[in-house]
């Protein structure tokens, strides 16, 4: 498996990771690309863009991430924290500020304690230390150098192993094993840069063979002369075939004749446009997240999605934050099992080729699938009925005595079935008849009377008022909603004395639960943190509603 399909796997990985947390949403809000070039990406299906669309997404979180670092140093009393900051620094003297160990020490005690108080910048935090190794991964490759290469390799595979690329988790396994065995003279070419190929003597522009493979397919379908629109032809294709070397030899050998030079162009990130567009992109990013309160540490310490704010369940936040730990117990369990010999019987545990099953771990898409059925439940219900009655039908026909009556005195159900389904959630009644039973004999007004209401308090049923009110037109965060609201209740209730707005709270044990979740249809509710007016209201106001 060659460098680049390794780095789009991995982008898919990371893409898994974050998926529903926000990341596609900030790329989509600070113009950097369309919605499905996001998908693309996070899919690992865009190389140049997924690689660009990161690297910019982690300078742009290290900006935003520089004046907390620095207030940081000066509580600490770091003596060389102005140095950091000032623009008269030259570029050697911060390199030697940046890599000191001092420095290197309050920054990891920074992190640490941030992540400590905000369980969304821990999760970020671990998405740029996988765009880390991932940019540390190509770079090895691009500078040839072997020890990068391999060490950030090995950093990558807790996440495939996690993230259920269960064939790469067997190839790439194999591979860094034969890394570490290679013979002297092979490592030494290998240390020397011969593991990538080199097209010009410039620096920095190494690619992987599987990549540089990418390219002359990709020449030769695309390019002047190239096999595009000739494949249906058997003999054309043939006779390109025939004669691609020796056309490659005459534009060769023209190239000699001339004397042409080689190139000596910079490389397209170096350009100015470039610059000027990255960091466009990049101020754009960083804007975005400073809406996004990324930032900010959340005082309910809850996970949620920093677009939507869609609050994560206990156990994806757990599923997320722990990923890299259990996937390094996966790696380690992989290789015990089926790469390392049992000293006692000299074979592996478990085969290699044996099926790797799949973790299915927890991440904030998690948050929107729909739950299966309690068809399983009900029919696990039915066998066990069934089992017990035949039970009784064999003892009866045995000759044993059976007294029906005594037993059918006996609920034969977990629940009782007058009160509660198969499967536990209680059975809804008609409010209408509860209504007419409770209103019987009371004459009820179907109008307030028209005198003075300065005595008068008005009760408003809160829900009601919210689906009466539905998602007016100008609200798009929910702040407008919130003014939209006000502005409803106090057009109702001015000339009363007092205004009160009541809401029904779901208990665990209520039949407003199982209605709920018939309404829910198998999806399951979704709490939403309104940290602030900024927060935009869901698309889909209805489905918000009913969940």
Known sequence: MGGLHIALNFMHVIGKHMAGSGLGDLWVASDLMAEGSATKVLDGKAYNKGMRAHKLTLQAFWHLLHPLFLNFLDEQDFSEADSLSSREVNLDDLREYVSSPSLLKYLSSFLKNRSEADKNFKLWWMYIDMVLTLLMFTRGIRAGDWGSYRGFLSDM???????????????????????????????????????????????????????????????????????????????????????????????????????????????????????????????????????????????????????????????????????????????QDFVCQRLVKSPESCKVTVSYHATIHKNNTLT???????????????????????????????????????????????????????????????????????????????????????????????????????????????????????????????????KYKEVHVVFDRYRAQSVKVGTRKKTAKGYAPVRRDIEDCNVPLPKNWSNFLFL
């Not at 240390?191 to 410039?202: E, N």
């Not at 063979?209 to 002369?225: L, M, R, Y």
């Not at 000739?230 to 060769?252: C, F, G, M, P, Y």
Request: aromatic share 8%.
């Open 157 to 331: 595979l807790p996440y495939i192993a996690l993230y259920d690329h269960g064939n790469n988790l067997k190839s790439l396994s194999v591979y860094i094993a034969d890394m570490n065995q290679l013979p002297p003279k092979v490592e030494a070419g290998f240390r020397s840069g011969d593991f990538a190929v080199l097209r010009t003597k410039q620096k920095f522009c190494q690619v992987d063979p599987d990549h540089a493979q990418e390219w002359v397919v990709g020449t030769c379908k695309d390019a002047s002369g190239g096999i595009l629109g000739i494949t249906q032809d058997v003999r054309t294709l043939q006779r390109w075939a025939l004669s691609l070397h020796w056309r490659s030899k005459i534009s060769e050998q023209t190239y000699n004749l001339f004397k042409k030079p080689p190139s000596e162009t910079c490389h397209k990130e170096e350009t100015r446009g470039r610059r000027a567009r990255d960091a466009h992109d990049e101020n754009s990013i960083l804007q975005v997240m400073e809406t996004y309160n990324l930032a900010t540490v959340n005082k309910s310490n809850v996970l949620h999605n920093v677009a939507t704010k869609d609050v994560a369940t206990a156990e994806i936040s757990d599923a997320l934050l722990t990923a890299k730990q259990r996937g390094i117990v996966l790696v």
């Open 364 to 494: 904030f898409a998690n948050l929107y699938t729909r739950k299966t059925s309690q068809d399983a439940h009900k029919k696990q219900v039915f066998q066990t009925d069934r089992d017990f009655f035949r039970l009784l039908i064999s003892a009866f026909d045995g000759g044993r005595k059976i007294d029906l009556k005594k037993i059918l005195k006996h609920e034969l159900c977990q629940v009782p079935i007058s009160l509660a389904t198969l499967d536990g959630e209680l059975r809804t009644a008609e409010k209408v008849s509860l209504v007419e039973e409770i209103v019987k004999g009371v004459e009820c007004l179907k109008h307030l009377p028209e005198n003075d209401k300065s005595d008068a308090i008005l009760i408003i049923d809160g829900m009601a008022f919210v689906l009466s009110l539905g998602r007016p037109n100008q609200a798009e965060t929910f702040g407008d909603y919130a003014a939209c609201f006000i502005k409803r209740i106090l057009y109702y209730g001015y």
